[in-house]
């Protein structure tokens, strides 16, 4: 997963070296690499994400995994009924 954050944002929050009246971020090509593991998501993030993904999600699991995503739905279905 590649996350692109904008160079202010890094600018603005990363501790940096002043040089000629400008701060400049401790990076060489302001690039970072984070795993799934170190990223955190706050709800409203997650929110964000979810209304603009939301689609492709869908298309996704249509597409490629129909039979499992029918069965689940008729498993609920079921387990409702009992309640």
Do not use: Q, S, W
Request: hydrophobic share 35%; glycine share 2%; proline share 2%.
């Amino acid at each position: 997963m590649r996350i692109i954050i904008p160079r202010r944002v890094i600018e603005e929050n990363a501790e940096c070296a002043k040089e000629y009246d400008d701060y400049y971020p401790y990076a060489d090509d302001l690039e970072y690499e984070f795993t799934t593991e170190e990223v955190d998501i706050d709800y409203g993030d997650l929110e964000e994400i979810v209304d603009e993904y939301l689609d492709d999600v869908l298309d996704i699991l249509i597409h490629d995994y129909r039979d499992k995503l029918l069965k689940a739905l008729k498993n609920y279905k079921k387990e409702m009924a009992l309640k």
